[in-house]
C-alpha cells in the first residue's frame, strides 16, 4: 500500500515589518489564510532493510528560484542516494535542496525529487517538514488531498511485485525445458502475449486468457501472485516495422475496443480473478513512433505518419488504460521504448507528452496508469559499466561516439529512473514506477568485455568497453550475440519495481526471409542478416540470426545462444 503524509505549510498571518502590511491570503482559499505549499511525501517501495520515497512541492505563495525542503525521523532511516534534488543528512535531519535546473518553483507550481534510504525496526513517515525555514503543520487527513493522489485506502499496493511471486506460463516452460539445459530456466516467469483477437481464447488449441488465469489461481496457493499481461493489438500496429505488424487496420479503433479491449476487460473484473495481481503492458513501440518516425525525420514512415494523423494510437491506449483499470487489482504500464530510443533530447520530453496524452483520453486519466516499462522485447543492457556520457577521452566527450551518438544516456537503468522523473515533471502521479524487461540484455559470453576499452580515441574506449555487442543500438531482431538478462525480481534499485521477462526468451522477433501466414505479420529486412539498414539503424547491418521463424514461434538456436550468453552465467 503506499504510504502518504500531506504536510501542508502553517498559514501566514505575519506582519512585514513595521509597516503592518499582512502577507497577502491566497485568493482561492475562502474563509482561511494563505497555504504557502503543499509537501507531499510518499514511500514508493519498502523492503526489509531499505526503502524508496517521493516529494512533491507545490508552491502557492510567491514564485521561488531556489527552495529548500527540511524534516527530521523519528527512527534511524538514512538516505543513501537520491534525484532531482540534493539531499543531505545530519542525524535525523535531511535537508534537500533544488539542482541546478529544477530551482524555478512558480506560484501553484510542483517540483518533485526521490531518494532511497535504509532503515531498521520502523520506517515512520515524518511528522513536519520546512520549506526555506517555514513551519509545517501536518493533514491529519480532515483536509483536502490533493486528487491525483492514489487513495490511500484503496485495494491496490504500490509495488505489486513485492512479495508476491510471478506467473510461470506452462506453454513457454515446457519449450523451455525440452531444450538441451533449457530446465535451468523452464521456472522464471515470462510475459503472456494477447497479440491478436484470438488469442484471448486460445490460438491453435493452446491456452487462452482465462486458462492462464485459472492456472494462476493454482499457482497462487495462499500468497500473493503477478500476473504479466501483454496488450498488443493497436490499430496499424507497429507502423515502423513489418515483422509485428498487427490484424488491425490504421482506422479499425471500433473493433480495437469492442473485439479486444471490451473481452479483455470483462475477464479481468470476474471476480474469481479478484485475488490475482494482473499487470497489463500496454502496446509495445506504439507511442514513440509518433515521435521519431513521423513528419520530416529521415525515420519517418508513411505508416507512422497516417497514425500520428488519425490519433488512433493514443485513443486505443487511452481506452485499454481506461477499460482494464476499472478491476482493482489490475495495474496497467505503459511501453516506454528504451534508451536507444527515446534518450535523445528531441526524442525524451516529447514522447512523455505523448503518454500524457495517452492516458488523459477516451475516458482515461494518470490515475489508471500505474507505471511504464522499458525495454520490452530489446536487447538494451541493463546497466554500462566501462564508460558514462560524461567521460572524455582526447578531449571528446563519450557522447561524441558512434555508438552513443549524443544521446544522454548508455543503458537501461539509468534510462528508466530518468525517464521516470520526466514523466513526473509531464503530469503523472509522483508514484509510479517503473519495469525493466531484462529477458535478453545479459550480453555475456566470451564477447564480454572486462573493462574499459583503450584511450586512443573515443570510439576506440567506448566499442572495447561497452557489454552491448550490437552493431548499432537501433538494431533489434533476433541480435546475434545475445544473453539472458537478470532474472525477474521486485524492487532491485531506486524507482524500479521489478526487472522481468516479458518477452519470453526464445520466441523469435520476426522471420529472416518471408514466410507467407494467417497471422497478419509481414517480413521485415531487419530481420535479415544480409539487410544493410536503413536510416533507423545507421544504415548498418541488421545484426540479426539467419533462419528465423515468424514473430512469436519458437526459435531453437535463439534459445540456445541466449543460455550460452546468459550475465549472470547460468
Not at 517501495?45 to 505563495?61: C, E, I, L, M, P
Not at 487489482?329 to 533530447?345: F, K, L, R
Not at 521516470?420 to 502521479?429: A, M, S
Not at 536503413?534 to 544504415?539: A, D, Y
Request: hydrophobic fraction near 35%.
Amino acid at each position: 500500500m503506499t504510504r502518504t503524509r500531506t504536510a501542508m505549510l502553517a498559514a501566514l498571518a505575519l506582519v512585514a515589518g513595521a509597516s503592518g502590511t499582512a502577507l497577502a491570503a491566497d485568493p482561492g482559499a475562502i474563509g482561511t489564510a494563505a497555504v504557502p505549499c503543499t509537501v507531499d511525501y510518499k514511500v514508493q517501495n519498502q523492503w526489509d532493510t531499505g526503502f524508496t520515497a517521493a516529494v512533491t512541492v507545490t508552491n502557492q505563495g510567491a514564485a521561488k528560484s531556489n527552495w529548500s525542503v527540511k524534516w527530521s525521523y523519528a527512527g534511524n532511516q538514512k538516505v543513501t542516494s537520491g534525484w532531482n534534488a540534493r539531499i543531505s543528512q545530519s542525524g535525523a535531519a535531511v535537508t534537500a535542496t533544488n539542482e541546478t535546473y529544477n530551482g524555478t518553483l512558480s506560484t501553484r507550481g510542483s517540483v518533485s525529487f526521490g531518494f532511497q534510504g535504509s532503515y531498521s525496526g520502523t520506517n515512520t513517515i515524518p511528522a513536519t517538514f520546512t520549506l526555506d525555514g517555514v513551519a509545517c503543520n501536518v493533514d491529519d487527513g480532515s483536509g483536502p488531498t490533493d486528487p491525483t493522489d492514489p487513495d490511500p485506502t484503496g485495494p491496490k499496493v504500490d509495488n505489486p511485485y513485492s512479495g508476491a511471486k510471478v506467473y510461470v506460463n506452462p506453454e513457454w516452460s515446457a519449450k523451455a525445458a525440452a531444450e538441451p539445459g533449457g530446465s535451468r530456466i523452464a521456472n522464471q516467469p515470462t510475459g503472456v502475449w494477447l497479440d491478436r483477437i484470438a488469442a484471448i481464447n486460445g490460438v491453435n488449441g493452446g491456452m487462452g486468457l482465462r486458462d492462464h488465469l485459472d492456472e494462476a489461481l493454482t499457482q497462487k496457493g495462499s500468497g500473493e501472485l503477478v500476473v504479466q499481461l501483454v496488450i498488443y493489438n493497436l490499430p496499424g500496429r507497429d507502423c515502423a516495422a513489418l515483422a509485428s505488424n498487427g490484424e488491425l487496420g490504421p482506422t479499425e479503433l471500433g473493433r480495437y475496443k469492442t473485439e479486444y479491449i471490451d473481452p479483455i476487460a470483462a475477464i479481468l473484473a470476474d471476480p474469481k480473478y479478484a485475488s490475482l495481481r494482473i499487470v497489463t503492458t500496454i502496446e509495445i513501440d506504439s507511442l514513440p513512433n509518433l515521435v521519431t518516425n513521423t513528419g520530416s525525420r529521415p525515420t519517418a514512415t508513411p505508416q507512422c505518419d497516417v497514425m500520428k494523423a488519425n490519433g488512433n494510437y493514443q485513443k486505443g491506449v487511452g481506452y485499454a488504460l481506461g477499460k482494464l483499470g476499472d478491476a482493482p487489482n489490475v495495474y496497467n504500464y505503459i511501453d516506454a521504448g528504451h534508451h536507444g530510443w527515446i534518450g535523445w533530447d528531441d526524442n525524451f520530453a516529447a514522447s512523455a507528452a505523448v503518454m500524457k496524452e495517452a492516458a488523459t483520453t477516451e475516458g482515461a486519466t494518470v490515475n489508471d496508469v500505474h507505471g511504464f516499462i522499458a525495454n520490452t522485447a530489446n536487447y538494451s543492457a541493463l546497466k554500462e559499466n566501462n564508460f558514462t556520457v560524461n567521460d572524455t577521452v582526447g578531449g571528446k566527450s563519450v557522447r561524441e561516439s558512434k555508438w552513443v551518438d549524443w544521446n544522454r544516456y548508455t543503458d537501461e537503468l539509468s534510462f528508466a529512473q530518468g525517464f521516470r522523473n520526466q514523466l513526473v515533471t509531464t503530469g503523472f502521479n509522483s508514484g509510479i514506477g517503473m519495469l525493466i524487461d531484462t529477458s535478453r540484455n545479459g550480453w555475456g559470453g566470451t564477447a564480454r568485455p572486462a573493462g574499459p576499452g583503450a584511450t586512443t580515441d573515443v570510439d576506440t574506449y567506448v566499442n572495447g568497453g561497452r557489454y552491448d555487442r550490437r552493431i548499432h543500438v537501433g538494431n533489434w531482431c533476433n541480435q546475434s550475440g545475445a544473453g539472458l538478462g537478470e532474472r525477474p525480481q521486485a524492487n532491485p534499485a531506486a524507482g524500479i519495481d521489478a526487472y522481468v521477462w516479458i518477452k519470453p526468451p526464445g520466441e523469435s522477433d520476426g522471420a529472416s526471409r518471408e514466410i507467407p501466414n494467417d497471422e497478419g505479420k509481414g517480413f521485415d529486412r531487419m530481420c535479415d542478416p544480409t539487410y544493410t539498414g536503413n536510416p533507423r539503424n545507421g544504415n548498418n547491418l541488421s545484426g540479426a540470426l539467419p533462419d528465423a521463424p515468424l514473430s512469436g514461434h519458437w526459435f531453437s538456436a535463439q534459445f540456445q545462444q541466449l543460455m550460452r550468453n546468459a550475465y549472470p552465467a547460468l
